[in-house]
Structure formats: structure tokens, C-alpha cells
């Protein structure tokens, strides 16, 4: 029952935004998302799931060790994916004021498959994008979108030193979903709202439950499907990741930061006509 309710609050923040596309007959569903590290710390997981703790929806308080964080994309990635993933780190960015990601270039010779178990790309010293056409071999569910990995120095929860994003694109067309449609066997995900939730937990953030916080871009799953995408952050989320990194300039006010990314065009629908100035 519980479970349902959540659906149904998602439902009607979707149905808000995406009434043309659901009259076309979109068929959308919610699924997972994941992130984890190597050595999980009981102490950081009570603090991030506990609205009364300061940590708070962060599972690293300290963020990065030096920023920018600098990183390479999978040689598989399409022109398009790699315009999303972009898009999805200057949100972030947005609700910061500062440089946050520095792009080094594809990551000639490896893709997600490249590597032999989940875990091993962090070894590599490169932060990765990759897209992994073998998903099962990360040992996550098919119905898990991506996951994000992190490593602790000294396994101090609070710092990240290394991070990878895998992208599941066994089972999933992973791209613009305002523009493109589901092909072969595989449902569309909207490659930039799953990079921001997955870029979320690459900069230090938690899952926030949606009976917390029911628009804020790290609740624990999304709605997939033509048409359907979440590109914008909460002011809550917001509020969090400058818990993190502080913030520079008007980024400090969080309620026009949230505005700004929308009237930015960060923010699903834009290209497809709903006017989102009203929602
Ligand atoms: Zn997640």
C-alpha cells in the first residue's frame, strides 16, 4: 500500500507535466536506481537516511578531495548521450556556481565491458562514463538503470577520491527521450535525467525518499518511457549538494537557483512546447 502511494504521488507530478504524452499513449513505469561504494559504512548509511542528521541525504559531507573532478567518457558513447551527460553536470554546476567536472576525453579502448566485475574500473585512475552492454555482470538487477561507484581514501566515508557511472544498455535505449523512441527490445530512458540522479550520487549525494521529497531528482527511482524525463533539481537538492560544496554568487539563493535551471531549459519539456513557466 505504501508502495502504491509513492506511484501514485509520481504519477500526478508526471501527468502535470506530460499530458500530451501520455494522451499518446506513453507507457511509462518506475525503475531503480543504485549507488553504492566498496567498503559500505553503517554510520554514513544511518546518517543519510535520517532527516534529523546533518549528513542528511549525503553519503560523503566532504565531497570530493580537489575539484574539478576530471573525467572521460565511454568510446561507445553516442553524440547525443554524451550532450546529456554534459547538460546533466552543468545543472549541477548551476546549483553550485562552481566548475565542478572537467572533460579529459574519451577513455580510448575501454567501455563498461572492458572490465571484468563492477568493481574494477575504479583501479584505473580514470573517472568513467561507461555504458555496459553486459549488465548482468555487474551483479545489479536488470531492472536497475545505472549505477554509480565510489571510492573512500582511507575509507573515510566523508571524502570520494575516484568514481565510475555504468550505464545499463542491455536492457535499456538509453538517450533523449523528448526526442527519440524505444528501439529493438529495449524501453528509452532520458540519458539526462538519469545522468543528473547518477551525478548526484558521484558528488556526494544520497537517495531522499519521495515521502520526503517528492521532486527531488535523488528519490530511489524514476519514471522511464517516450516522453517522460526529470531534468531539474529540487531546492531541496539544491540546499544539499551546497551543504557539500558551499556556493558561489546567486547559486547561494536556492529557490532561484531551482527557477533558473528551469527557465534555463534544463528542465523536461522544451523542446516538445508544454510551457513549464506555470508548473
Ligand atoms: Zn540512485
Redesign the pocket.
Known amino acids: 500500500m505504501k508502495l502504491m502511494t509513492r506511484y501514485l504521488l509520481v504519477a500526478v507530478a508526471i501527468t502535470a507535466a506530460f499530458t500530451n504524452f501520455i494522451a499518446c499513449g506513453a507507457q511509462m513505469y518506475k525503475a531503480s536506481?543504485?549507488?553504492d561504494h566498496q567498503q559500505p559504512s553503517e554510520v554514513q548509511a544511518a546518517n543519510s537516511a535520517d532527516p534529523s542528521s546533518p549528513e542528511f541525504g549525503l553519503h560523503a559531507p566532504s565531497g570530493w578531495t580537489s575539484l574539478p573532478i576530471i573525467y572521460k567518457s565511454d568510446q561507445g558513447m553516442a553524440k547525443v548521450q554524451l550532450a546529456a551527460l554534459k547538460a546533466a553536470m552543468h545543472t549541477w554546476e548551476v546549483a553550485t556556481g562552481k566548475t565542478l567536472f572537467t572533460y579529459a576525453g574519451v577513455h580510448t579502448g575501454n567501455t563498461g565491458d572492458s572490465f571484468p566485475d563492477l568493481y574494477s574500473s575504479l583501479r584505473d585512475q580514470i573517472n568513467g562514463q561507461y555504458l555496459d552492454a553486459n549488465w548482468k555482470k555487474t551483479g545489479k538487477k536488470a531492472e536497475v538503470l545505472a549505477t554509480?561507484i565510489w571510492n573512500n581514501p582511507n575509507n573515510e566515508y566523508q571524502l570520494i577520491d575516484a568514481a565510475d557511472i555504468h550505464y545499463n544498455t542491455e536492457n535499456y535505449f538509453i538517450a533523449n527521450a523528448l526526442q527519440q523512441s524505444p528501439i529493438d527490445q529495449r524501453e528509452i530512458v532520458d540519458m539526462q535525467s538519469l545522468a543528473t540522479?547518477?551525478l548526484?550520487?558521484f558528488l556526494g549525494l544520497a537517495?531522499v525518499s519521495e515521502a520526503y521529497d517528492n521532486t527531488s531528482i535523488?528519490n530511489?527511482s524514476i519514471m522511464i518511457g517516450t516522453g517522460l524525463a526529470n531534468r531539474s533539481l529540487s531546492v531541496g537538492d539544491i540546499e544539499r549538494i551546497q551543504k557539500i560544496y558551499g556556493c558561489l554568487g546567486t547559486a547561494c539563493n536556492a529557490q532561484a537557483t531551482a527557477r533558473a535551471i528551469l527557465q534555463a531549459g534544463l528542465k523536461v519539456g522544451l523542446t516538445e512546447g508544454p510551457d513549464q513557466a506555470s508548473h
Open positions: 536506481l543504485t549507488g554509480t540522479h547518477e548526484g550520487h537517495h535523488m530511489p
